[in-house]
């Protein structure tokens, strides 16, 4: 079974622009989270989807937003992008809510 | 609000010692624990989980042990290798929610 994708791996952009993030989770899981990582910070929980719809919201500014399609896939929009937005974004599936993530290699930003 | 404490948040340890990482937990309701391994530029991967109606799960050199009254749950990693030198994460779940401590770098020195 293949595992979690996220695209693209790597992604340079400039203060003020937006970014979409995508990520493909494995077949036949329903729950995907997306993460913030930073060097010091942990995995800083930023939203989960289920069945197409936002479950659990962690603390990020509303410049960060997701949706999830139908097929599970999900997709991770951050907007009038900062400094700070920069990072390894990690995106996770799993069958049920609060059952076992299985991550993708993440998505690192630098935002100049 | 951080429900998941995890300590140390760095780790040295000589190639063949004992590695142990503690977490300690705040809410009862939490019913699945979980560890996670990630090496540079790669996502966590799933090392080893507990479940608290045991104390104590072995998977090779990889032991969760498990205090229920204490709320606390920790990794050994026996006969450490250079190969393990990763960051740990601990994390504890219940339904529509998983919570992950800090993380700890574990460098084990040949």
Known sequence: KAGVTQTPRYLIKTRGQQVTLSCS???GHRSV???????????????????????????????????????????????TLELGDSALYLCASSLRQGWTQYFGPGTRLLVL | QQQV???PQSLIVQKGGISIINCAYENTAFDYFPWYQQFPGKGP?????????????????????FNKSAKQFSLHIMDSQPGDSATYFCAASKTNDMRFGAGTRLTVKP
């Open chain 1, 33 to 79: 989270s997306w993460y913030q990582q930073t060097p010091g910070q942990g995995l800083q929980f930023l939203f989960e989807y289920f069945s197409e719809t936002q479950r659990n919201k962690g603390n990020f500014p509303g410049r960060f937003s997701g949706r999830q399609f139908s097929n599970s896939r999900s997709e991770m929009n951050v907007s």
């Open chain 2, 45 to 65: 991967a799933l090392l080893i989980a507990i479940r608290p109606d045991v104390s104590e799960k072995k998977e090779g050199r990889f032991t969760i042990s």
């Open chain 2, 5 to 7: 404490k995890q300590s």
């Open chain 1, 25 to 27: 989770p494995i077949s």
